[in-house]
């Protein structure tokens, strides 16, 4: 089974604080997510990654960044957290072009920014 | 931008009722489609997709979707509803690399 770990499941945080989330995938996938789920909103992308050192901004990139270093992990970072970006995060990854693009989702992590 | 539409947002049903959830998209070139459930307190998982072929689709758990092209829609179904199926559903297109969801429908089914 694919595992798609987040290092993280609840945080809580102050307005300014720099935040690291950390994600994992076990299934040498080659695009990896981050996407923010809030009620009524459903979820929005932020940012992904197509291959090591590659992103791509999604709908919603202002105030986040990303790493990724290597292809089993992708990081997604606050550089000033506020607390509008309180909300769960879900890092998710997937095969390749040429496949039917199936998203296998983390557990999530829930920030909480006071 | 493409854009995903839920129309239900809180759906309350008793056992054994039909299901039938909305979904619209806003594309008008080839997609693939997508049913995501989320349990209460579990991660997102796949009820099913569609890729090509015979549009209507079976998944997991009893779930069907039709996707009627004309329509841009995929609506999702079940003949009888268990109520183990409380959850959140989600629709999503993928268009390039990425899914776009809708803003999901919460599903409550009564004893």
């Known amino acids: 089974d694919v595992k798609v770990t987040q290092s993280s499941r609840y945080l809580v945080k102050r307005t300014g604080e720099k935040v690291f989330l950390e994600c994992v995938q076990d299934?040498?996938?080659?695009?990896m997510f981050w996407y923010r789920q809030d009620p009524g909103l459903g979820l929005r992308l932020i940012y992904f990654?197509?291959?090591?050192?590659?992103?791509e901004k999604g709908d919603i990139p202002e105030g986040y960044s990303v790493s990724r270093e290597k292809k089993e992990r992708f990081s997604l970072i606050l550089e000033s957290a506020s607390t509008n970006q309180t909300s769960m995060y879900l890092c998710?990854?997937?095969?390749?072009?040429?496949?039917?693009?199936?998203?296998?989702f983390g557990e999530g992590s829930r920030l909480t920014v006071l | 931008a493409q854009s995903v539409s839920q129309h239900n947002h809180h759906v309350i049903l008793s056992e054994a009722a039909s299901l039938e959830l909305g979904c619209n998209y806003s594309?008008?070139?080839?997609?693939?489609l997508f049913w995501y459930v989320q349990y209460p307190g579990q991660h997102l998982q796949l009820l099913l997709k569609?890729?090509?072929?015979?549009?209507l689709v079976k998944g997991i758990k009893g779930f069907e979707a039709e996707f009627i092209k004309s329509k841009f829609s995929f609506n999702l179904r079940k003949p009888s509803v268990q109520w183990s199926d409380t959850a959140e559903y989600f629709c999503?297109?993928?268009?390039?690399?990425?899914?776009?969801f809708g803003s999901g429908t919460r599903l409550q089914v009564q004893p």
């Open positions: 999503a297109v993928r268009i390039g690399r990425a899914l776009t």
């Open positions: 569609y890729f090509s072929g015979d549009p």
């Open positions: 594309y008008g070139g080839t997609v693939n």
């Open positions: 299934m040498d996938h080659e695009n």
């Open positions: 990654s197509y291959d090591v050192k590659m992103k």
């Open positions: 998710a990854s997937s095969t390749g072009p040429g496949t039917t693009g199936e998203l296998f």
